[in-house]
């Protein structure tokens, strides 16, 4: 089911929250809505689940007006940060839940009720837990219990706010490559929620990327890194450096011995980090005393000889379209 | 009014075996006999002054105390009075605490300060209130006599009187009880499809359960000790309006000493009920609850 | 600007809120104010007449000085008691502290009963103090003893958890600095206590100001002597005196009020900048 958010605002005591947002989510597509604290990420999924109300703009489920339907009208599932279980049922209870308090007409059997739990269990590879209290799993597990019990009630719409922020970085990688799995076998429209731009760029078919109550741009992954449309999205999608009014990423940033060409700056070299296939470079450059980040293959560190307190070369490869966002700014 | 002596909601730490930088073994001895007898001294000697008295001239004595009809029609009230008060406060103490804890509204502060009224009132007072409103020469008077409608001097006085002194407890417990749950789980419910009166009773009722027990025995304690203002109210007539402690009071005046105490002995014993009850379910509370909130876990 | 409500998609806000206003309304602000309406009848002339009778102001500064005096009693005492059961395991405990809500629990009446026994000069206390020339009963010492019975648990319940959350390192550190075990208690641990001892011994103080059942026992009542306010408004009131009563306890009630704030002030601050560092 396809969602549309129309010109959307919220003011919450003292900021706005949200300031005209318009954005469309087409059918089937795993989302991400990206952006710093306070961008107005989570009110905007708050809205769109129903647990906020917006104070000007209009909500469309499918082409219809959701605006004014209640949360428990929507048939959207919720996965919160802190996982939200109910903490005096079981996990198979937690999953049941959203069956259970069907109204009679709709509601299945008992046993019916019971078979789809275990299911949805088996689905996130829980079914052996199914017995326990919340308290006694791990912050994955629970997250896990989390999704089956909004997947549950069939929702058109699974929302996810900052699903594992609470979590190790280890457990976030497996659980994040899992999602991205578990929405190519479900197929349900998926907007979630983060901050960390290495999880939108992995996970998502579609980021929208937000600040301050606004959406800055809204695109693939490829898109939004490649082509970002504002010096904000460039920034907050991965490391940069200014050349002469350029925006340069450390991938794009050539070291040499001698000075190749006419963009080319002398820089010391600072620190030297080794990271799997490429080596990260530190260096305060020579003129105007800016640091400069550059990543370079690990072949090219060896060929260097780098060392710290050397000078060497710094100049910017030729990206096309250059980044050119503003006049030039001190680092 | 601080949480002084509301329901413990997380354990409490062991106490940590003295390193080398604690104060010296004497130091620490001289500190815990100085608690302990003043502890003795001033709260074990007096529930200990109790029974030993009650005791004083004998079973027979303590018995003929608590068959007399007058201490019978006193437990009778006594026990009346609470069954009354108690559930009006535990409902009032439940609507409280949700539209407390799980809203924002201006005044919010100002309404978690009236409900701590009746804890700063002094009981005569209290009862002097319900005189003024509803007494002979009070504002409802007049409009009462002419009914035929006692309050003041009668059990709906008595009734009144503890009602209001006993209006925080229940609040008490679960206002930071349910702060501290948060709403996360209701709008989970909530968002599953689930109606607002189920939210309510299969998530919400389960969460605190505990938390209203327990305001549930202290409610009852005060309810049925409650004196000052009882006695201002109740005009003191035997077998009629005398509640437990009133008719101590009554017949320690009239120096029937071991028969005061006998009685007395039911509120102590009372008391003590009370104090195992609530830390039974604390214990209960402690070792439920389930923290599914903040936690860093190494395992997928 | 609006009424933002939190959480607004929860039930109930209106029925819950409107419940328990129109409760307080009707069970504790309508009731109050015949007190304030009553005395109002007389006027402030009237009222300062009524209260500054020598009877009056004496029961005023019985029961405010001998509310003060428990408190801080209350306060040492209730340290030390608070430190022992936080720091100190022995056997027995967890019983010890049970006994602690023990005047929380037990009816008023019953306390005074069994105080006044015990320290009257047939007492197992009174008799053993009256050799020395000390009486309890029926004097200002009496009534001390009563509040300190009554205000105990309120330290002590203020000061545990405060205890409980204080940090070993910041004691470690000041040791490993140099400082004696008393400096350390002096410097470190009280300034990190103090916010929940004086919010302790406001508590009991409140509490003790107001107290009838417990005291009226063992004070034996003689007034400009042992005659505490409430007891005065009791007399009163048998006298059917209901406008000399409510003068008097109107100052009672403004001044149990201004602790109330006063208290939740303090403990709001307590909560917003930690009792430890």
């Known amino acids: 089911m396809s969602i549309e958010v129309r010109d959307v605002s919220k003011v919450f005591v003292g900021s706005q929250a949200l300031n005209g947002v318009s954005l469309e989510i087409p059918a089937g597509e795993l989302v991400a809505l990206l952006g710093p604290s306070g961008s107005g990420k989570t009110t905007l999924l708050r809205i769109i689940a129903g647990l906020e109300a917006p104070d000007s703009g209009t909500i469309h489920f499918h082409g219809e007006d959701a605006t004014e339907r209640h949360v428990r009208d929507r048939r959207v599932g919720f996965v919160f940060q802190h996982y939200a279980l109910f903490r005096h049922m079981s996990v198979l209870e937690n999953v049941a839940f959203g069956l259970r308090v069907r109204p009679p007409s709709t509601r299945p059997n008992e046993a019916e009720i019971r078979r789809r739990a275990h299911d949805l269990l088996r689905l996130v590879q829980l079914d052996g837990v199914a017995g326990r209290d919340p308290s006694e799993l791990s912050g994955g597990q629970r997250q896990r219990v989390a999704l089956a019990r909004a997947l549950a009630v069939e929702p058109n719409v699974l929302l996810l706010d900052e699903p594992f922020g609470s979590l190790d970085a280890k457990v976030r990688k497996e659980l994040r490559r899992w999602l991205r799995r578990l929405h190519d076998e479900i197929h349900v429209t998926s907007v979630f929620v983060t901050h960390d731009q290495e999880e939108a760029l992995e996970v998502a078919d579609r980021i929208v990327v937000m600040n301050e109550g606004r959406v800055e741009q809204v695109g693939t992954p490829e898109e939004v890194y490649e082509h970002p449309a504002s010096e904000f999205v460039y920034r907050f999608l991965g490391d940069v450096n200014l050349f002469h009014g350029r925006l340069v990423r450390p991938h794009d940033v050539e070291l040499a011995r001698t000075a190749q060409g006419a963009g080319a700056v002398l820089a010391t070299v600072r620190h030297l980090r080794p990271f799997g296939a490429v080596v990260r470079v530190e260096l305060d450059g020579l003129d105007g005393g800016q640091t400069i980040e550059v990543e370079v293959a690990r072949e090219r560190y060896v060929e260097l000889a780098l060392q710290k307190g050397d000078q060497v070369y710094v100049s910017p490869r030729e990206v096309d379209p250059p980044h050119r966002f503003g006049r030039e700014r001190p680092a | ?300 | 600007m609006s009424l933002h409500r939190k959480a607004s998609v929860l039930p109930g806000f209106g029925l819950s809120l409107g419940f328990t206003v129109t409760y307080l309304g009707l069970v504790v602000l309508i009731p109050l104010s015949t007190i304030f309406v009553k005395s109002a009848g007389l006027g402030w002339t009237g009222l300062w007449d009524a209260v500054t009778t020598p009877r009056v102001l004496a029961s005023y500064r019985l029961s405010l000085l001998a509310s003060l005096t428990a408190a801080v009693i209350s306060a040492v005492f209730g340290l030390v008691v608070a430190w022992v059961l936080v720091r100190y395991p022995f056997p027995g405990r967890r019983l010890v502290d049970a006994l602690v809500d023990l005047p929380f629990a037990l009816p008023t009446a019953v306390a005074g009963i069994a105080l006044t026994t015990l320290y009257g000069p047939n007492g197992w206390l009174g008799a053993r103090l009256a050799p020395f020339g000390i009486r309890v009963a029926f004097t200002p010492l009496g009534i001390v003893v009563a509040l300190t019975f009554i205000g105990l648990p309120f330290v002590i319940r203020t000061l545990q958890p405060v205890l409980e959350d204080l940090e070993a390192d910041v004691e470690e550190a000041a040791a490993s600095l140099g400082a004696t075990r008393w400096d350390t208690f002096r410097r470190v641990l009280l300034p990190a206590i103090r916010p929940a001892l004086i919010t302790g011994f406001a508590l009991a103080f409140a509490r003790a100001v107001g107290e009838y059942g417990s005291v009226v026992f063992i004070s034996g009542n003689m007034p400009m002597r042992t005659e505490i306010a409430p007891l005065l408004i009791m007399t009163k009131l048998e006298q059917y005196d209901y406008a000399g009563a409510s003068a008097i306890a109107v100052v009672l009630l403004v001044i149990s009020f201004t602790l109330l704030v006063t208290i939740n002030q303090l403990s709001s601050r307590n909560r917003l900048t930690g009792a430890t560092d």
């Open chain 2, 1 to 300: 009014m601080p949480q002084a002596l509301a329901m413990r909601t997380s354990a409490p730490p062991r106490p940590r075996r003295a390193g080398p930088a604690a104060e010296p073994a004497l130091v620490r001895w001289i500190l815990m006999a100085t608690a302990l007898a003043f502890l003795a001294l001033f709260l074990a000697l007096p529930l200990v002054v109790v029974l030993t008295e009650a005791f004083r001239k004998g079973v027979g004595v303590y018995a003929a105390a608590l068959r007399d009809p007058d201490a019978l029609a006193a437990v009778r009230l006594t026990l009346l009075t609470a069954a009354i008060a108690v559930p009006l406060n535990l409902v009032f103490g439940v609507a409280a605490a949700w539209s407390i804890a799980k809203f924002t509204f201006p005044g919010k502060q100002l309404l978690v300060t009236l409900i701590d009224v009746p804890f700063t009132v002094s009981p005569v007072i209290a009862g002097m209130m319900f005189v003024l409103l509803f007494g002979a020469q009070g504002w409802f008077g007049p409009w009462l006599a002419d009914h035929g409608i006692g309050i003041v001097f009668a059990v709906p006085g008595i009734v009144l009187a503890t009602i209001f002194v006993t209006v925080p407890f229940v609040a008490r417990e679960l206002i930071p009880l349910m702060q501290e749950q948060g709403t996360e789980e209701e709008e989970a419910a909530m968002v599953l499809g689930a109606s607002g009166w189920q939210t309510f009773r299969r998530i919400t009722i389960p969460s605190i359960k505990w938390g209203l027990l327990y305001g549930v025995i202290v409610c009852n304690a005060r309810a049925m000790g409650e004196f000052g203002a009882v006695s201002v109210v109740s005009g003191h007539i035997r077998g009629v309006t005398n509640t437990l402690p009133l008719q101590v009071e009554i017949l320690y005046n009239e120096y029937h000493l071991a028969a005061a105490f006998a009685v007395a002995s039911l509120l102590a014993l009372l008391a003590i009920v009370t104090l195992v009850a609530r830390s039974l379910v604390e214990w209960f509370e402690l070792h439920r609850r389930t923290d599914t909130t903040h936690e860093q876990e190494t395992t997928a």
